[in-house]
């Protein structure tokens, strides 16, 4: 079975220009969860999505969007960017969105590095 | 935000030693999960512990959870060199499947 696939892998883009960033998850998997991952701030979730609607928003300004498809493939979006995006945007799929068991568990791609000049 | 703090930030030993990494946590969770993280790549799911458990092994990984200090620990056995990397600690909520995660460990296991 093929694993969470993330495009592109690197990005180089200017300041102000916006970003769209694709996730391909594991198929079966209905839940798609994107988190950025810098030095100074560590690994923030940023949204989730379960069956094309938005279930959980992180901490992020309106600039971060995000989409799901009915093939549950997701998309996210970041707007004006700003030095301060400069991050490897990851992304992760999982059977399910709550519950107790390891349905739960999360696999991730290898990430989307982002570079903001 | 994190979720809370893990120590050692960096740990450097011996290909053969064990490694324990600790990773504390601040609100009520539903399990706890550790991840490794090679240079920058993606995570890769290690092992998870539910609230109600205290201790799980999977392999050379031993994990304990003191949900009473909140608090976890991961023991790696018999390192070796492929062990080197990033570990991160990372809460489930109940509600879902949105992960906190804690800092990081950087472990070098050296040959």
């Known amino acids: 079975k093929a694993g969470v696939t993330q495009t592109p892998r690197y990005l180089i883009k200017t300041r102000g220009q916006q970003v769209t960033l694709s996730c391909s998850p594991i198929?079966?998997?209905?839940?798609v969860s994107w988190y950025q991952q810098t030095p100074g701030q560590g690994l923030q979730f940023l949204f989730e999505?379960?069956?094309?609607?938005?279930?959980n928003k992180g901490n992020f300004p309106g600039r971060f969007s995000g989409r799901q498809f009915s093939n549950s493939r997701s998309e996210m979006n970041v707007s004006t960017l700003e030095l301060g995006d400069s991050a490897l945007y990851l992304c992760?799929?999982?059977?399910?969105?709550?519950?107790?068991?390891?349905?739960?568990?999360?696999?991730f791609g290898a990430g989307t590095r982002l570079s903001v000049l | 935000s994190q979720q809370g703090e893990e120590d050692p930030q960096a740990l450097s030993i011996q290909e053969g030693e064990n490694a324990t990494m600790n990773c504390s946590y601040k609100?009520?969770?539903?399990?706890l999960q550790w991840y490794r993280q090679n240079s920058g790549r993606g995570l890769v799911h290690l092992i998870l512990?539910?609230?109600?458990?205290r201790e799980k092994h999977s392999g050379r990984l031993r994990v304990t959870l003191d949900t009473s200090k909140k608090s976890s620990s991961l023991l790696i056995t018999a390192s070796r060199a492929a062990d080197t990397a990033s570990y991160f600690c990372a809460t489930q909520e109940t509600s879902g499947s949105r992960l906190t995660f804690g800092e990081g460990t950087q472990l070098t296991v050296n040959p």
């Open positions: 198929s079966g998997h209905r839940s």
């Open positions: 992760a799929s999982s059977l399910a969105r709550s519950g107790t068991t390891t349905k739960n568990i999360q696999y």
């Open positions: 999505y379960f069956s094309e609607t938005q279930r």
């Open positions: 512990i539910r609230s109600n458990e």
């Open positions: 609100t009520s969770i539903n399990n």
